[in-house]
C-alpha cells in the first residue's frame, strides 16, 4: 500500500502561480510513476502531468508551457510548479502513484491522494 499526501492548494488569482506538493510513503518500492491529475465539476479526471519510470513526462495539452513537473518516483514525491494559471484551472488536484506509464491514457490506475482544490479567480 503506498499513502500520498498532498499540499499547496488555495485561491489565486488568474496570473498568478501555485506550487503542489505530494509525498508517498509506504510501500514505494512497488511504484515506477508519479503524476497529477485534475477533476472540475461535472467533467472527468483528467492528466495534469505525469512522471514515468526512465523520465518520460507527459503534460495536458492546455498546460504545456506553464506547468512543471519535477520529482518522481525515485525521490517519493512530486512537484507541480503551476504558472499562469487560468480560470480554467479550478479543479480538485489527484496525486497519483502507479507501476505503469501516464502514455498509455489509463486513469484509474494506482494509489490516490486525498485531493487538494485549487481555485482560480478571475
Known amino acids: 500500500q503506498v499513502r500520498l499526501v498532498e499540499s499547496g492548494g488555495g485561491l489565486v488569482q488568474a496570473g498568478g502561480s501555485l506550487r503542489l506538493s505530494c509525498e508517498a510513503s509506504g510501500s514505494i518500492f512497488s511504484i515506477n510513476a508519479m503524476g497529477w491529475y485534475r477533476q472540475a465539476p461535472g467533467k472527468q479526471r483528467e492528466l495534469v502531468a505525469g512522471?514515468?519510470?526512465?523520465?518520460?513526462?507527459n503534460y495536458e495539452h492546455s498546460v504545456k508551457g506553464r506547468f512543471t513537473l519535477s520529482g518522481g518516483s525515485a525521490w517519493g514525491a512530486v512537484y507541480l510548479e503551476m504558472n499562469n494559471v487560468k480560470p480554467e484551472d479550478t479543479a480538485v488536484y489527484y496525486c497519483n502513484a502507479r507501476d505503469g506509464d501516464y502514455y498509455s491514457g489509463e486513469v484509474w490506475v494506482g494509489f490516490w491522494g486525498q485531493g487538494t482544490q485549487v481555485t482560480v479567480s478571475s
Open positions: 512522471i514515468s519510470s526512465g523520465g518520460m513526462r
